[in-house]
């Protein structure tokens, strides 16, 4: 079995960012398609490959966005996603964790605190896959329990590493699961399932002041308890 560059992995995962501002050079169907190929290589209980994608581009990609950008606009929003993706009250060390990265993301664009309208241009920027060519969207069947929830997390960072691997960057979008009732009749997403999230899938723009954000992670000595090792 030939060894694969641990470095090179290493590198697709250290690399990927989440992208706010993209170039519009297209990406071709094959190239997509390869991407999701290897990410459903991800492991799933009893291989039950919970996840469904929808790819847009070119037209259809405006149409997605035109008619959630509409409801946005309108101030039309559901009354909660369908699944909560965040806390109903948050807590530390999340509550400051979620603070920090959204003022030094604001800093990057000179949104000052209390600049509500500019924020909320920035938020709206989400339902243009942030000028990404390809959009992605997920489902999962509503009647599957946590454990797929889970490994559609494990696809997910597939489909984000792949994409690295291909010179190509993403941005994971929970956003969109607030319009699901806007987005399936434009899709055709049928009622047994449920929006997990968007993506954005692109080149970055390198000269965006956005893109040049980079969050902190913790340590591995932060959050593991080790037991049992020689030093």
Not at 106 to 125: C, F, P, V
Not at 186 to 214: F, H, K, R, S
Request: aromatic share 10%.
């Amino acid at each position: 079995m030939s060894l694969i560059d641990p470095t090179s992995v290493d590198h697709a995962i250290l690399s990927r960012r989440s992208i706010r501002r993209f170039l519009p050079t297209p990406i071709p169907q094959a190239t997509v398609e390869a991407i999701l190929d290897v990410s459903a290589r991800a492991p799933s209980g009893t291989n039950m490959q919970p996840w469904q994608a929808y790819a847009v581009a070119g037209a259809e990609r405006d149409r997605l966005c035109a008619a959630v950008v509409e409801a946005f606009d309108a101030g039309s929003t559901e009354p909660t996603q369908e699944v909560p993706y965040y806390p109903d009250r948050f807590f530390e060390p999340y509550l400051g964790r979620r603070r920090t990265v959204g003022w030094a993301l604001y800093s990057t664009l000179g949104i000052a605190r209390g600049e509500d309208a500019k924020m909320q241009a920035q938020h709206r920027r989400n339902f243009l896959f942030f000028d990404a060519p390809v959009g992605l969207v997920f489902t999962i069947h509503r009647d599957l329990a946590t454990g797929s929830w889970l490994d559609y997390g494990m696809f997910l960072q597939n489909v984000m590493t792949a994409a690295r691997a291909r010179g190509l960057d993403t941005c994971p979008q929970a956003a969109w699961a607030r319009y699901h009732s806007v987005m399936r009749p434009v899709l055709g997403i049928p009622p047994e399932a449920v929006v997990v999230c968007g993506m954005a899938l692109g080149y970055a723009d390198p000269d965006a002041p956005e893109n040049t954000l980079q969050t902190e992670r913790v340590p591995a000595r932060d959050f593991t308890t080790f037991q049992g090792f020689i030093d």
